[in-house]
């Protein structure tokens, strides 16, 4: 259906094809599909793989969790490089394939060794996804929807995730309660079960593979590239032809007396991106070390500490993804009328009283709906806040000529936070208690608020050459 709208800001008035910019969007999102399934089914698939490849030292146990996050790290600086010379619909193309592959290689995978091999290849797919989907879905929406266009990839990370979890619920709901570890090594469930909770992955994988193939490139790769017209027939796509202009001509304004054929990652450290890559940097590292993913990777012990077995264990973990997909929901339908800057601040200050909260249970020794009932606060605070609009902030506010190369930067720096975060958690919990590891998750929320109230602005409403004039000239 096509709706004529007035924008905000430089835009003028446009016919939109909602139809067309939803369809689009969605496709691009099932990066984010993938990446939340494949990063959240090892939580469920943990007390199986690490039985059966009897896995017991605290650190093996940290490395086989967060190896696929070296993958991450090597995905998102390739995508930098990558995407600005080849585009974002190819790679992105390569990483469906690449999460096809690896996921029925960890199914199949007979020694701990190749299946970490398998896990750090899937780990590439996943930063390739986490970088290019929001990115892609940023440069090609209008921007009065930008906010809830990105925030679907986030949608789509937390459905991935849901899925994921239900599937391995489902799996494992037999498991006898109380299942001594022999038992579960020996079962079905611990020989077979835990493979085809990583093998199922390819099913969805294929789809967007199919999915991509129909797609058009990005229209500001394709200005910054030289092929105004390609880009001008998509954004006519998008909101007319008259929106096609203006927007074609504001994009190639940004981008005039620059040498842009060829991005260095130096170019970031100018005296006008150095302030702006350092907001998109912490923002990213942020978002993990506000502590939230322990709870998808090392659900066993945090709820097992609460007084659950395995069983119980992954149904609470089917709940936590409900819980995350119902409150992305909800941050979709503020995220462009809030604003950006008043959710992370919600976030960073609910999920620093939770921590608190849950460190005193956990300090106090209470077990059962106390805790389940702090991580489903946690989980749907975080995932209404800091989960989709950090993706929206570092998809928007970094230049045109060097959108790509930033990017790279803050998502590898998200993934080097969120693998430092997932590895030490074994060894902070041995010092520490869980007690203490949520405290300290509670004072980086607080830090994380105080950085958001300082340093970000507003970006809602505004087109992206807009923010970049604000950010950077």
Same mark, same amino acid.
């Given at each position: 259906?096509?709706?004529?709208?007035?924008?905000?800001?430089?835009?003028?008035?446009?016919?939109?094809?909602?139809?067309?910019?939803?369809?689009?969007?969605?496709?691009?999102?099932?990066? &984010?599909? /993938?990446?939340? $399934?494949?990063?959240?089914?090892?939580?469920?698939?943990?007390?199986?793989?690490?039985?059966?490849?009897?896995?017991?030292?605290?650190?093996?146990?940290? $490395?086989?969790?967060?190896?696929?996050?070296?993958?991450?790290?090597?995905g998102a600086l390739a995508a930098g490089a990558l995407s600005d010379r080849w585009g974002r619909k190819k790679l992105l193309i390569f990483s469906a394939?690449?999460?096809?592959?690896?996921?029925?290689?960890?199914?199949?995978?007979?020694?701990?060794?190749?299946?970490?091999?398998?896990?750090?290849?899937?780990?590439?797919?996943?930063?390739?996804?986490?970088?290019?989907?929001?990115?892609?879905?940023?440069?090609?929406?209008?921007?009065?929807?930008?906010?809830?266009?990105?925030?679907?990839?986030?949608?789509?990370?937390?459905?991935?995730?849901?899925?994921?979890?239900?599937?391995? $619920?489902? #799996?494992?709901?037999?498991?006898?309660? &109380?299942?001594?570890?022999?038992?579960?090594?020996?079962?079905?469930?611990?020989?077979?079960?835990?493979? @085809?909770?990583?093998?199922?992955?390819?099913?969805?994988?294929?789809?967007?593979?199919?999915?991509?193939?129909?797609?058009? =490139?990005?229209? +500001? $790769?394709?200005?910054?590239?030289?092929?105004?017209?390609?880009?001008?027939?998509?954004?006519?796509?998008?909101?007319?032809?008259?929106?096609?202009?203006?927007?074609?001509?504001?994009?190639?304004?940004?981008?005039?007396?620059?040498?842009?054929?060829?991005?260095?990652?130096?170019?970031?450290? =100018?005296?006008?991106? +150095?302030?702006?890559?350092?907001? *998109?940097?912490?923002?990213?590292?942020?978002?993990?070390?506000? *502590?939230?993913?322990?709870?998808?990777?090392?659900?066993? =012990?945090?709820?097992?500490?609460?007084?659950?077995?395995?069983?119980?264990? /992954?149904?609470?973990?089917?709940?936590?993804?409900?819980?995350?997909?119902?409150?992305?929901?909800?941050? #979709?339908?503020?995220?462009?009328?809030?604003?950006?800057?008043?959710?992370?601040?919600?976030?960073?200050?609910?999920?620093?009283?939770?921590?608190?909260?849950?460190?005193?249970?956990?300090?106090? &020794?209470?077990?059962? +709906?106390?805790?389940?009932?702090?991580?489903?606060?946690?989980? *749907?605070?975080?995932?209404?806040? /800091?989960?989709?609009?950090?993706?929206?902030?570092?998809?928007?506010?970094?230049?045109? +000529?060097?959108? *790509?190369?930033?990017?790279?930067?803050?998502?590898?720096?998200? @993934?080097?936070?969120?693998?430092?975060?997932?590895?030490?958690?074994?060894? /902070?919990?041995?010092?520490?208690?869980?007690? &203490?590891?949520?405290?300290?998750?509670?004072?980086?929320?607080?830090?994380?608020?105080?950085?958001?109230?300082?340093?970000?602005? =507003?970006?809602?409403?505004?087109?992206?050459?807009?923010?970049?004039?604000?950010?950077?000239?």
């Amino acid at each position: 259906m096509i709706t004529t709208t007035q924008t905000q800001g430089s835009e003028i008035e446009a016919n939109y094809n909602f139809g067309y910019i939803w369809v689009v969007s969605i496709v691009a999102a099932m990066g &984010g599909l /993938l990446f939340g $399934w494949d990063w959240v089914v090892i939580g469920g698939a943990k007390p199986f793989f690490e039985r059966y490849f009897q896995i017991h030292d605290p650190v093996l146990v940290g $490395w086989a969790n967060s190896c696929a996050l070296v993958g991450c790290l090597a995905g998102a600086l390739a995508a930098g490089a990558l995407s600005d010379r080849w585009g974002r619909k190819k790679l992105l193309i390569f990483s469906a394939l690449l999460f096809a592959v690896t996921s029925i290689g960890n199914g199949l995978a007979p020694t701990l060794l190749i299946f970490v091999c398998w896990r750090i290849l899937g780990g590439v797919a996943i930063g390739l996804a986490s970088n290019l989907s929001p990115m892609y879905i940023a440069e090609i929406a209008p921007a009065r929807l930008r906010g809830r266009l990105v925030s679907i990839n986030q949608l789509t990370i937390t459905t991935g995730a849901l899925l994921a979890q239900i599937i391995n $619920w489902r #799996l494992s709901h037999n498991l006898p309660h &109380g299942a001594s570890d022999e038992f579960i090594r020996t079962s079905w469930f611990g020989q077979q079960g835990w493979r @085809w909770m990583f093998g199922l992955t390819a099913g969805p994988a294929l789809l967007f593979f199919l999915g991509m193939l129909f797609v058009p =490139e990005s229209p +500001r $790769w394709l200005v910054k590239n030289g092929k105004v017209e390609a880009a001008r027939r998509i954004l006519t796509s998008v909101g007319g032809s008259r929106y096609a202009e203006a927007s074609s001509n504001e994009i190639q304004s940004t981008l005039a007396s620059e040498e842009i054929q060829r991005v260095r990652f130096s170019d970031l450290l =100018e005296p006008g991106m +150095r302030r702006v890559l350092t907001l *998109g940097v912490v923002l990213a590292v942020f978002q993990q070390w506000c *502590g939230i993913n322990v709870i998808f990777n090392y659900a066993e =012990e945090i709820f097992g500490a609460g007084g659950y077995d395995v069983s119980a264990v /992954l149904k609470n973990i089917a709940c936590t993804g409900s819980v995350a997909f119902v409150a992305t929901i909800a941050a #979709l339908g503020i995220v462009d009328r809030g604003g950006r800057r008043p959710l992370m601040l919600f976030g960073s200050a609910s999920l620093a009283a939770i921590f608190f909260a849950l460190s005193l249970c956990y300090h106090a &020794g209470l077990t059962g +709906r106390p805790i389940l009932g702090l991580v489903l606060a946690a989980i *749907g605070c975080y995932a209404m806040s /800091l989960a989709p609009i950090t993706w929206v902030v570092i998809s928007e506010i970094f230049p045109n +000529r060097i959108r *790509g190369a930033a990017m790279a930067v803050a998502v590898s720096a998200l @993934w080097v936070a969120c693998f430092i975060l997932t590895i030490t958690f074994p060894s /902070l919990r041995a010092h520490l208690g869980l007690a &203490g590891v949520f405290g300290l998750y509670g004072v980086v929320c607080v830090g994380g608020f105080v950085f958001i109230r300082v340093y970000l602005p =507003e970006t809602k409403g505004k087109t992206l050459e807009e923010i970049e004039r604000a950010l950077v000239d």
